[in-house]
Structure formats: structure tokens, C-alpha cells
């Protein structure tokens, strides 16, 4: 039955590809739409807008990868594909 | 650096402490530095003291991890802790353009310059979920490889290297013209000198040791450059603000700068629509689909720049390949969202020190930079005082006041003059300088070694002999290493303005020819070989017609491909009107040949109003389309190859490329 659990394997990897791409498109795309509704919106000086292009969108992007290799183990060791160590 | 001469497990046992001592020991040379300047050293000699050890000391790196292995020389034995390949990454991908330029694209087109900080970072997502740990797993020595054994053969590895060739030659060149710049300014070498000098520094860190070599100066190359990077940003926002924080407290340098540009306004020292332009507004120099384009294409191709792609078959496994893209995101992000604040506060200074005082008043440091034609003042190079009253004095109705219309800088000289501009000793200015020449030999390097590695592992051992014993390999290697260098410096040399712009082409070709293949590849099983080398072709033909088109044939263009002007992003205005364009059109110098930077119609035509630096925006549609159409009437790829795309899927089993028989061994 290992095709059984390859397919199992696939979905899941496959269903954090997505939630991921999601995620990119988010903050990579949709949120600098609104860039000049938040640019009204002002924290310690910097126009919220503004912000979210040079910082903001970076740190969801280091977050997301750190969280998406631990994620992606996760399923590796449930599925019995992970490496041996 | 002792240690480094130690057995491999001594050295990679160790390396938290190698690297700490050498951050160590750069901290103190900094600090020794800085003491002899105080006593009076002369800046040019502190200069040399820069350059020369931290050459010496890449070189002496690139010596000692010399291999005659073959493993050792593509992949660095597959050995590279997650956490130190994050670093050589970091310092692979940040090239001359991001330490030096960007701070500078980011003061001169405000918020539409973030394009490049979103898309140059936003782009690892994509490389870390849809391609490096699944390539990682195939255990490829290079792209091409692994479209070799996906595709079924030499003619999809050929489309690969055509795609490399076509992205990393333009891209290697720039380095060394980097490079020579560098040299040029700090050292006051001749420029032609310059760029084979930097050719030495590059040849004395890849030739001996291939990747294992690069990987560890780069490591080394990574520390000094976000050193230099950071410093004199943090002693700034120490000097203004009270916190060397620079990332928190330029908010405050943005409210001081949209304070200023209105003042300019009201007092006349602007004219009343700069206000359209101002640093935080959107899409005052891209429209918003170009802006949204750009993002997309430089993200795609950073996904696809084999350069990048090929530190990940460095890892000791498939589960650290995905964590050490996590780990380079993080060491690139601390350079780029550094930046943006080093524009901030480079802008503030010049509004504040500069706009509305009287020409003869000016501060030294704009006619050093004048003089080098960096600086324009009034539409002329700021050469001396006499120069700056000259030319303003022939516009008319000038006061005598800079106002904000009558000053230009380079990108360039953002960052190399901001420790200047501020105020800060030499040692800083110093240290600067060898951080970009830091970023701008590491990115060579890889691009170097991206580029011989296809020549001699795909086109000489894989297509001409593949019989060759290792260690003509590993000459050829070599050889076609210097070869390959030499050409490049050559080029730099002869100072071609215009390869320096194309470097942000590579972005485009690399996503327009590479990115469907891989991604399906691995993602969609049903792709066949047919579909791989169609979509490769039409995705790289079509980004690279219209990156020709529009710069050098536009003519052609609007005459026999239906592109139009242009539109100015914030009056929607064509750019060029359809007078000028008719003009333009019947002036039969026109007729012949390619069109000069110069000429009035070169890259603002195209089809929907998109920049040529953007061409992806049609070559991605174009080449997934074709691939897909194309598998799907093709026969499906077969039963073993179906097996072979769910083991690269799986990290569990050994690698798929077997080094001895260079078969692909599950087949």
C-alpha cells in the first residue's frame, strides 16, 4: 500500500503549497493594493502603507518560510517519507 | 582563520567558532583602523588596508579549501550546514546593485523603488515551496541536470543552458564593472586595471576549490558586507534620533522629509506638481501594473536564477535545504529592510542641508562627487563652484537659491557618500567600499561558477564525452572557469552601459525560460518533453523579443507589432505624443540598425502599456500555456519517469543522480 500513503504524503504536502502560495499572494500583491488607504494610517511616523511594502510583507515572508519548514517536517515524519538521521 | 587548514570534520565541527573569531578579529581590524586614521595615516593608505586584507583573506579561504573532488567542486561534498548556506546565499544574491544601488533607486523613486525590496525577497517563498528542496533531492551539480533527467534527454538540458548563458553572462559582467567602480574610486586605479584586478579577487576564490571554495568566502563575504551595510546607518540614526535602531526611527526621517517637501512647495523651491512625487506616494514613477509586474517578475526569476538555485544542492539533506532558504530570506531581509532607512535618512540630509541655501554656500562633498560627474547641479556636472553659478546662471530667472529641481544624484553614490555627507571619519567610508566589494565578488563567484559548471558538466561531460576520467573533469572545469572570467572582465573592461542595465533582464529571462519547467516538473506529472522544450523555447523567445523590440527596434515595433507609447503614470498622458512619434517614426537615420540609449522612442513603447523590465509579464503566460497544451498532446511521460517524479517528491532514499555512472539510478 505505499501508494496509499504517497497519496496521503502528496495531499498534504500539496495542501501546504497552497495555503502558502495564498499567503504570498496576500502579501506580496493584494496588500500594497491598498497602499493608499493605509498610507493614511500613521505609526511611529511611517505611513502604514509605506510600511508594509519595506518591512511588513518581509517579515510575514521570513516568518511564513521558517514556519513552512517546520511544517512541511511535520508531514515528512507523519508520512514516514522524512530522512534518516 | 587558523583553524580553516584543519581536517573537513575539524573545520565544519567548528565552524561556529571560525566564524566567530574571524567577526572578531574584522572588528578589531576596523577599530585599529579607525586609531590610525586618528593618528593622522593617510586616507588613501586606510583605503589599501581595506581592500588588501579582506582580499587576502578570501584568498587565503579559496587556498585551503582547494579539492581535486568532483563532489567537493559541484555541491561542496553536500556538507553545508542549513544556517551557513542562509549566509553564502545571502551574500550570492545581494550583488554591487543591492549593496550599492539600491538605497539609491529607493531615494530616487520612493515608494515605487520598494518594488525591487518586495520582489528580490518575496521571490523565496517560491524557491522554498514549489523548487529547491524537490532539485535538492534529485541531487543535481546543476540546473540543467535535473531538466536533463526530468525531460528525457540532451535537448531539454541545452534549452537550460541556453537560459543560464542568457542570464548569468550579463549579470557576471556588471559584478566586475562593480568591481573596477570600486577600485576606481577608492583605490584611484585605472578603471581597465580595475576590473582584472577584481577578476584576481573573483579567479583566487572559485578556481581551486569550485563551490566548496565559494562557499566558505562567501560566508566570510556575508560578514563583512552586512558590517559595512549596518554601521554607518546605525551611527546615523545614533547621531540624529538617540537609538541605533535605523529600521524604527527613520518613520520619524519620513515625517521630516513630507514636511520639507511641502515647505519647498510653498516657498517656491519646488514646483507645485512635485508633490505627485513625493517619497511615500504610490505609483508616481510606475503605473500600478507595472509596479505589480515587477514585483511578480523579479520574484519568479529569483525562483529561477540558477546561481541562486544551485546553493541548495550544497545542504546535507533535503529536510535542511528547506531550512536554510528560511535561513537566507533572514540574512538577506536584514540588508533590505535596512535600506529603505538609508534612504530615508540620505534624503533628509540633502532636503535639509542642501534645498533652499545659496549656491555659493554649497558643502564640499557636492563638488567631489560633481567632479566625477555623480552630481549634477542645474543640469551640469557640479564641478566646482564657478561650474554650479555658470549653469544656473543660463536658466532663466534663477535666484541664486538650489531649489529642489536644479539638483541630481547618481543611485550610486547614496551609499558611498552617505558616511561622507553625515559627517562620519574615513575609516567608515573605508569599510564601506569593502563591503560592496565584498557583495560584488561573492555574486560574481556564484555566477562564475554557475556558468563554467554548465559549460563543463553539461555540454563537455554530459553531451560531448561523457567518458571523461575525474580528473580531466575537473581540469576542464578549471579551465573553462578562467576562460569564462577573463571574457567577462574583458567585457567590463570595455565599460558596456548598457550590459549594466540588462542585469535586471536576467530577472525576466531566467522566470520567461526556466520557471514553468521546473515548477511543472515536479508539480504537474503530466508534463512531457516536448511540452518542457516548447514552453522553455516560446517563454525565453517571447521575454527576450520584446526586451530586444522595445530597446533597440521600437520602430519595428510600433510599425509591425501593434506597441504604442508608453503611458506617464500619473497624468495617464502617452509619453510620446503622436506627433513625436510620427517624427521620430519618418526620421530615416531611424531606419537602420539598432537605436541608441539616446534615442526618444527606446523602451517606452510595448504592448498594455508594460516596462520592458517586465517582459516576463508575457513570457511566463506564454511558456506555461505552450507547456501545457503541448504535454497534453503529446503521450503521457511514462511509467518510469512517473516513479522518478514521485521519488524527487519524497525526501526519504538516496539521492536520484548517481555521481559514477552520471546515470540516473532508479532507472
Not at chain 1, 495564498?22 to 505611513?47: A, S
Not at chain 2, 534612504?343 to 562633498?365: C, H, Q, R
Not at chain 2, 506617464?568 to 505624443?577: F, H, K, R, V
Request: overall charge positive; charged content about 10%.
Amino acid at each position: 500500500m505505499a501508494n496509499n500513503t504517497d497519496d496521503i504524503y502528496w495531499q498534504k504536502t500539496s495542501k501546504l503549497m497552497v495555503t502558502m502560495m495564498v499567503l504570498w499572494v496576500i502579501f506580496g500583491f493584494v496588500v500594497h493594493m491598498f497602499v493608499t488607504p493605509l498610507n493614511g494610517i500613521k505609526i511611529l511616523g511611517f505611513p502604514l502603507g509605506f510600511y508594509m511594502a519595506a518591512q511588513g510583507s518581509l517579515i510575514v515572508f521570513v516568518v511564513m518560510l521558517f514556519s513552512f519548514a517546520k511544517a512541511q517536517d511535520n508531514i515528512d515524519r507523519e508520512c514516514g517519507v522524512a530522512e534518516d538521521e | 582563520m587558523a583553524n580553516a587548514s584543519a581536517g573537513k570534520g575539524d573545520f565544519l565541527n567548528n565552524l561556529g567558532r571560525i566564524y566567530a573569531l574571524y567577526t572578531g578579529g574584522f572588528f578589531g581590524f576596523i577599530v585599529l583602523v579607525g586609531i590610525l586614521e586618528q593618528l593622522g595615516v593617510q586616507q588613501k593608505y586606510l583605503g589599501y588596508m581595506f581592500m588588501g586584507l579582506t582580499i587576502l583573506v578570501y584568498a587565503f579561504i579559496g587556498v585551503v579549501s582547494r579539492t581535486s573532488d568532483v563532489g567537493e567542486y559541484y555541491v561542496a561534498g553536500r556538507s553545508v550546514p542549513a544556517f551557513y548556506n542562509g549566509m553564502a546565499t545571502g551574500a550570492d544574491w545581494m550583488s554591487a546593485a543591492s549593496f550599492i544601488g539600491m538605497a539609491g533607486t529607493l531615494f530616487l523613486l520612493g515608494y515605487d523603488g520598494l518594488a525591487f525590496v518586495l520582489g528580490w525577497t518575496g521571490g523565496y517563498v517560491l524557491v522554498a515551496v514549489l523548487i529547491a528542496p524537490f532539485l535538492r533531492k534529485f541531487g543535481a551539480y546543476t540546473v540543467p541536470d535535473f531538466l536533463a533527467a526530468r525531460y528525457g534527454g540532451n535537448a531539454a538540458r541545452l534549452c537550460g543552458v541556453l537560459v543560464l548563458m542568457a542570464c548569468s553572462f550579463t549579470y557576471v559582467v556588471a559584478q566586475i564593472f562593480g568591481t573596477g567602480l570600486i577600485a576606481q574610486r577608492f583605490l584611484d586605479m585605472n578603471f581597465e586595471v580595475a576590473c582584472f584586478v577584481g577578476l584576481m579577487g573573483i579567479l583566487v576564490c572559485s578556481m581551486l576549490g569550485g563551490m566548496k571554495a565559494v562557499t566558505w568566502t562567501q560566508v566570510a563575504q556575508y560578514i563583512v558586507l552586512i558590517v559595512a551595510y549596518l554601521i554607518p546607518v546605525v551611527w546615523m540614526s545614533a547621531k540624529k534620533f538617540g537609538i541605533p535602531l535605523p529600521q524604527l526611527t527613520y518613520g520619524q526621517a519620513l515625517q521630516s522629509i513630507a514636511q520639507l517637501e511641502q515647505e519647498f512647495v510653498q516657498k517656491g523651491l519646488a514646483p507645485a506638481n512635485s508633490l505627485a512625487t513625493s517619497h511615500t506616494a504610490p505609483f508616481s514613477r510606475y503605473s500600478p501594473a507595472n509596479y505589480f509586474w515587477l514585483i511578480f517578475c523579479l520574484m519568479v526569476g529569483t525562483a529561477s536564477l540558477p546561481h541562486v538555485l544551485m546553493r541548495y544542492f550544497t545542504t546535507p539533506s533535503v529536510k535542511e535545504a528547506r531550512q536554510s532558504v528560511a535561513w537566507s530570506l533572514l540574512f538577506i531581509f536584514i540588508l533590505y529592510f535596512t535600506a529603505p532607512a538609508y534612504a530615508a535618512f540620505s534624503k533628509l540630509e540633502v532636503y535639509s542641508t542642501l534645498i533652499g541655501k545659496n549656491l555659493a554656500d554649497l558643502p564640499m562633498w557636492v563638488y567631489n562627487w560633481g567632479k566625477l560627474g555623480l552630481i549634477n547641479i542645474c543640469g551640469k556636472a557640479a564641478a566646482s563652484a564657478a561650474a554650479v553659478a555658470d549653469s544656473c546662471k543660463a536658466i532663466a530667472g534663477h535666484t541664486g537659491v538650489l531649489r529642489l529641481q536644479d539638483f541630481s544624484i547618481n543611485t550610486d553614490v547614496v551609499v558611498i557618500s552617505t558616511p561622507e555627507i553625515a559627517g562620519l571619519p574615513y575609516v567608515i567610508t573605508g569599510l564601506v567600499a569593502a563591503g560592496g566589494l565584498a557583495a560584488a565578488l561573492s555574486t560574481a563567484d556564484g555566477l562564475l561558477l554557475a556558468l563554467a559548471n554548465a559549460l563543463s558538466h553539461d555540454i563537455y561531460y554530459k553531451m560531448i564525452n561523457p567518458n571523461a576520467p575525474t580528473k580531466q573533469r575537473l581540469v576542464i572545469s578549471r579551465v573553462l572557469l578562467v576562460v569564462v572570467a577573463v571574457l567577462a572582465a574583458w567585457t567590463a573592461s570595455t565599460r558596456p552601459t548598457d550590459i549594466v542595465a540588462m542585469v535586471a533582464w536576467a530577472f525576466s529571462l531566467a522566470a520567461g525560460g526556466l520557471f514553468p519547467a521546473l515548477v511543472l516538473g515536479v508539480w504537474w506529472k503530466r508534463t512531457t518533453k516536448q511540452g518542457a522544450i516548447a514552453g522553455m523555447l516560446a517563454g525565453f523567445g517571447v521575454t527576450l523579443f520584446y526586451l530586444v523590440i522595445t530597446r533597440y527596434f521600437p520602430h519595428i515595433g510600433v510599425n509591425y507589432f501593434g506597441m504604442v507609447s508608453n503611458l506617464n503614470p500619473i497624468t495617464g498622458a502617452p509619453l510620446i505624443s503622436p506627433e513625436a512619434m510620427k517624427a521620430a517614426l519618418s526620421n530615416p537615420a531611424l531606419l537602420d540598425g539598432p537605436v541608441a540609449a539616446s534615442h526618444p522612442l527606446q523602451s517606452r513603447v510595448g504592448w498594455f502599456n508594460i516596462n520592458n523590465i517586465s517582459s516576463a509579464a508575457f513570457g511566463l503566460p506564454v511558456g506555461f500555456l505552450v507547456m501545457y497544451v503541448v504535454s497534453l498532446i503529446t503521450p503521457a511521460p511514462s511509467k518510469e519517469l512517473q516513479q522518478f517524479i514521485d521519488d524527487c517528491r519524497r525526501p526519504k532514499g538516496k539521492t536520484l543522480m548517481d555521481e559514477k555512472s552520471g546515470l540516473v539510478a532508479s532507472h
